[in-house]
């Protein structure tokens, strides 16, 4: 039997078409055994032919070893043409990409932030009083109030409420109807898309929308396998859901924290990557950035199996698929 821990981490890169949208998904797999890996996946057959489904989902063929090439190709993955990819780190811009590019990577998602409108600045800043309130377990009359000094929050509340059919088929014409048939859970996740929700003039909205819910669900899952209790649990997801909101916002992250009244455990990881959630945070970092080899280090210094990591990142990623297409849901 293969030890647990020399199976080979995988992780998935999203790439974007050449407008900017989240578009695919790119497999980046680390030292260790890919045989094992390639089992897995085998094992796992309906995960990996549901993130195909849902997008083009790719892998660099030369990286691989042929087993997990040929496992991946059987859940109708595709190997990845070098020249169809170009990675972009400065702010992106359309018209100067080549022709024949079909997927952008890199880091121009984490760019500066175009100077948003009186009305987009207000409505995240209501989006974030939401949080809160939902973070403190507020009464629903106080979340419905809010909601009525933003239209536009309310309005994609109500329409994304209606598209997903939590009404059993009635239509939700009410805030409060709405809250109640969501739940707290749904409304946590429907807030974390309203943050990240596409902006008119602010092409790395839903780029962020992708990171920061494949980060929020992965710490999520990792939180549980490494044996936190449910509020810990609850706590990692906002980590990651907030690790983002100053690119998005171009804030510092003290900034965009001060008006928040976050447990310390969620400023230490944000604020210096302290903690069990901050390791967790500086882990999926790592990978972001295709460090494989120091996410495997700090995996091994939490104890937490490789195969049981990427049952979480598989995870994550199909969850982070549901939020986009939640997010076009709501806005049509």
């Given at each position: 039997m ?12 999203v790439l ?14 680390g ?77 121009w ?10 009305a ?36 994609n ?20 109807q ?13 807030l ?13 909205s839903?780029?962020?929308?992708a ?45 965009v ?11 230490a ?16 970092e ?24 990427n ?22």
């Open positions: 293969t030890p647990t821990n020399s199976v080979a981490l995988l992780f998935f890169r974007a078409d050449p407008r900017g949208r989240p578009a695919a998904l790119l497999l980046e797999c030292a260790g055994d890919h045989g094992a890996l390639a089992a897995a996946i085998g094992a796992g057959v309906d995960n990996f032919v549901a993130l195909s489904a849902a997008m083009p989902c790719l892998f660099r063929h030369d990286a691989l070893a042929a087993p997990l090439a040929e496992a991946l190709q059987q859940q109708r993955w595709r190997a990845l043409a070098p020249a169809a990819v170009c990675r972009v780190d400065q702010r992106l811009v359309i018209d100067a990409l080549p022709a024949a590019i079909a997927w952008l990577d890199g880091d998602c984490m760019t500066p932030p175009p100077t948003a409108t009186g987009q600045a207000a409505s995240r800043a209501t989006a974030l009083q939401m949080v809160q309130l939902v973070a403190d377990d507020a009464d629903t009359h106080a979340i419905e109030a809010l909601l009525r000094r933003d239209p536009a929050l309310s309005y509340l109500l329409r994304l409420v209606n598209s997903i059919g939590v009404g059993g088929g009635r239509r939700i014409t009410s805030f409060s709405a809250l109640l048939l969501l739940g707290r859970g749904q409304l946590r996740r429907w974390n898309l309203m943050l990240f929700a596409a902006r008119q003039g602010d092409i790395r839903t780029m962020l929308l990171r920061v819910a494949m980060r929020a669900r992965a710490l999520e899952l990792l939180a549980k396998v490494h044996g936190l209790d449910k509020l810990h649990q609850e706590q990692a997801f906002m980590t990651g859901m907030f690790s983002l909101l100053g690119v998005l916002f171009g804030m510092t992250v003290a900034e924290l001060a008006p928040l009244c976050l447990g310390e455990a969620v400023h990881a944000l604020l210096r990557r302290e903690g069990e959630l901050g390791i967790l945070l500086s882990l999926i790592a990978l972001e950035q295709g460090d494989l080899a120091g996410a495997a280090v700090r995996l091994d210094a939490l104890q937490i199996a490789r195969a049981d990591f049952d979480a990142i598989i995870d994550a990623a199909l969850w982070m698929q549901g939020a986009l297409q939640e997010s076009q849901a709501a806005h049509g």
